[in-house]
Each structure stands twice: as structure tokens, then as C-alpha cells.
């Protein structure tokens, strides 16, 4: 994956391609030059997709983590163990993950492709 972008501005041949290829395009991530049927809708090559896909994966248990270690934590600190058994604070912990790597992923993505995108 390049990261120069915009600060080498290269002329290139654009739109058509070979006979047979279709039309091609450049992916907007890494400047790759595509066949266009492999892009996705916002112009990201295979290759960048995968990539972001391992970004959004180690993202998302980082944030998934960030809300569950200090619900974690405000459970032992303020002895909430008096509501529920300590292993009923599972469920609620297991749940607060879940939703936070749902986000996580979510809030990665975007940030990653704003990073990389036009
Ligand atoms: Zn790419």
C-alpha cells in the first residue's frame, strides 16, 4: 500500500484500458490502477478493502476494550457485586463488548477511509 498520493501527481492514462479490460479506474486508497468492476463503491481496490478490514478488526476489540475494561473496573471498584452474583456481571460485560466492537468497527472504518479517501 503507497501512501503518496497527493504528493506526487502523476499523469495517467485514464477510462479505457486495454481492449477487453473494461474501463479502469484508480483506486482512491492506494492509487492502484484497476480495472473498475473490482472497485468498490467508494473506490477502494480489493487489496485496500482487505487491509481496512484488518485495520477495523484490531480497531474494534481496542474500542470494545476501552468500554468494557471501565465497566469492568467500576464493578469491583464500587462493589456492585451486591445486585448480582459476580459471574452474573457476564452477561452486561459480554454485552458492553459485543456493542463496543460493533462500534469500533463502525467508527474505524469511517476514520480509516477518511484518512485514505479524497
Ligand atoms: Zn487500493
Given at each position: 500500500?503507497?501512501?503518496?498520493?497527493?504528493?506526487?501527481?502523476r499523469r495517467r492514462r485514464l477510462e479505457i484500458g486495454p481492449i477487453g479490460e473494461g474501463p479502469r479506474a484508480i483506486c482512491r486508497?492506494c492509487d492502484e490502477d484497476l480495472p473498475q468492476s473490482t472497485l468498490d463503491?467508494?473506490g477502494?481496490c480489493p487489496q485496500?478493502?482487505?487491509?481496512?478490514?484488518?485495520?477495523?478488526?484490531?480497531?474494534?476489540?481496542?474500542?470494545?476494550?476501552?468500554?468494557?475494561?471501565?465497566?469492568?473496573?467500576?464493578?469491583?471498584?464500587?462493589?456492585?457485586?451486591?445486585?448480582?452474583?459476580?459471574?452474573?456481571?457476564?452477561?452486561?460485560?459480554?454485552?458492553?463488548?459485543?456493542?463496543?466492537?460493533?462500534?469500533?468497527?463502525?467508527?474505524?472504518?469511517?476514520?480509516?477511509?477518511?484518512?485514505?479517501?479524497?
Amino acid at each position: 500500500m503507497r501512501s503518496s498520493k497527493r504528493s506526487t501527481p502523476r499523469r495517467r492514462r485514464l477510462e479505457i484500458g486495454p481492449i477487453g479490460e473494461g474501463p479502469r479506474a484508480i483506486c482512491r486508497s492506494c492509487d492502484e490502477d484497476l480495472p473498475q468492476s473490482t472497485l468498490d463503491d467508494d473506490g477502494w481496490c480489493p487489496q485496500c478493502r482487505w487491509a481496512l478490514g484488518k485495520a477495523a478488526a484490531r480497531g474494534q476489540h481496542a474500542v470494545a476494550a476501552l468500554i468494557t475494561v471501565p465497566f469492568a473496573i467500576w464493578i469491583a471498584v464500587e462493589g456492585t457485586r451486591g445486585y448480582f452474583p459476580l459471574y452474573a456481571w457476564a452477561i452486561p460485560l459480554a454485552a458492553a463488548y459485543y456493542l463496543g466492537m460493533r462500534i469500533g468497527r463502525e467508527v474505524v472504518r469511517g476514520w480509516v477511509r477518511s484518512r485514505r479517501g479524497t
